[in-house]
T-cell receptor, first 116, second 110 residues
Framework: DAGVIQSPRHEVTEMGQEVTLRCKPI?????LFWYRQTMMRGLELLIY????????DSGMPEDRFSAKMPNASFSTLKIQPSEPRDSAVYFC??????????????FGAGTRLSVL | SQQGEEDPQALSIQEGENATMNCSYK?????LQWYRQNSGRGLVHLIL?????REKHSGRLRVTLDTSKKSSSLLITASRAADTASYFC??????????FGEGTQLTVNP
């Protein structure tokens, strides 16, 4: 398997524009996570899907952020409108969590977002 | 409350030396995991230790867990320049929630 695939790797946009980040999880995994990493705040969990259903979106900063998982092999994180403080590296991770099992996460390479 | 706080924040050693990083947490856990992040890359899972285990080894890695003190340590023996990275502990709690610490930046000088 190619691992978790994220696109684009880098995104530079202007304040106010819509940004869409994409993620393809590892085939067979049932859980998907979106994280944001900054120097100031470290690694923050934004949202967690299990079997394509959002389970915990308490980390989503505000209504400008939305995430979808229309099927088991694709997820998007959208920011509309984007602001300079959204600049960060966004990671997608996937995991196979079984009943009573362990949550070992596999991370993509990340998308480095710069909002000017 | 902050889970998975690493100590030290940064560590610089010479190649061949051992590196020890510590992690403290606040609540009951199912397991504790360590991840590595090379510069500009995603996190990579290294090792998992269950709450009923006290020590685990994997190659040059040794992890200990003391649930009474709510702490864990990661020891990398005979370090190499390629071990230079950030190391994160992550605690898994009920509902399979995984919470990451802020990481220790390890620099191994050749």
């Amino acid at each position: 398997d190619a691992g978790v695939i994220q696109s684009p790797r880098h995104e530079v946009t202007e304040m106010g524009q819509e940004v869409t980040l994409r993620c393809k999880p590892i085939s067979g995994h049932n859980s998907l996570f979106w994280y944001r990493q900054t120097m100031m705040r470290g690694l923050e969990l934004l949202i967690y899907f299990n079997n394509n259903v959002p389970i915990d979106d308490s980390g989503m900063p505000e209504d400008r952020f939305s995430a979808k998982m229309p099927n088991a092999s694709f997820s998007t994180l959208k920011i509309q409108p984007s602001e300079p403080r959204d600049s960060a590296v966004y990671f997608c991770a996937s995991s196979l969590i079984l009943a009573g099992g362990r949550n070992i996460q596999y991370f993509g390479a990340g998308t480095r977002l710069s909002v000017l | 409350s902050q889970q998975g706080e690493e100590d030290p924040q940064a560590l610089s050693i010479q190649e061949g030396e051992n590196a020890t990083m510590n992690c403290s947490y606040k609540t009951s856990i199912n397991n504790l995991q360590w991840y590595r992040q090379n510069s500009g890359r995603g996190l990579v899972h290294l090792i998992l230790i269950r709450s009923n285990e006290r020590e685990k080894h994997s190659g040059r890695l040794r992890v200990t867990l003391d649930t009474s003190k709510k702490s864990s340590s990661l020891l990398i023996t005979a370090s190499r320049a390629a071990d230079t990275a950030s190391y994160f502990c992550a605690v898994e709690t009920s509902g399979s929630r995984l919470t990451f610490g802020e990481g220790t930046q390890l620099t191994v000088n050749p």
